[in-house]
């Protein structure tokens, strides 16, 4: 059973392999030295980095970026679960954590970016409460257009 912990200074590696492996973040030309880099400058940064470990591995994260931006918006930067522990409810209870956490820290809302051509995640958003808000053509990276998604805890 996996259990979900705040990243520390010894899960960068496993956290930059788990990045550097996903099909999907090689679009964005994602590099094992280069997620070692962003990690560490979330760590310094006091980003909220979840890891999710599962018998001494990391299979899973999810980075927040709490701000006061935005009426008090969190950042999802990434939540990632390695492919062979996909669809057993692990991104569901990270994306959770990070949510209840991003509400302890008075954050409003949560905002994020899905690969627009990324049906699965969309979806997975959408039922986890998230409204579609619109669409951002080569925002991150020329040539990928990005879905913003929003979720409000507002009375």
């Not at 760590?43 to 299979?59: I, K, N, Q, S, T």
């Not at 008090?72 to 522990?85: M, P, T």
Request: glycine share 8%; charged share 25%; proline share 1%.
């Amino acid at each position: 059973m996996s259990r979900i912990v705040r990243a520390r200074t010894e899960h960068l590696r496993p956290l930059a392999t788990l990045m550097a492996a996903s099909p999907l973040l090689r679009r964005y030309r994602v590099t094992l030295r280069g997620a070692k880099a962003s990690l560490s400058e979330a760590l310094r940064e006091r980003d909220l980095v979840l890891a999710a470990v599962d018998r001494g591995a990391v299979v899973g994260l999810a980075w927040l970026i709490l701000t006061r931006a935005l009426d008090r918006a969190a950042y999802l930067r990434l939540l990632l679960v390695s492919e062979e522990h996909q669809s057993r409810g692990l991104g569901a209870a990270l994306l959770t954590r990070a949510e209840r956490d991003a509400r302890k820290s008075g954050c409003r809302h949560l905002v994020l970016l899905v690969t627009k051509t990324n049906r699965r995640a969309r979806g997975f958003y959408e039922r986890h409460g998230y409204t579609h808000v619109g669409d951002l053509a080569g925002f991150v990276r020329a040539g990928i257009a990005e879905s913003l998604y929003l979720k409000t805890w507002r009375a």
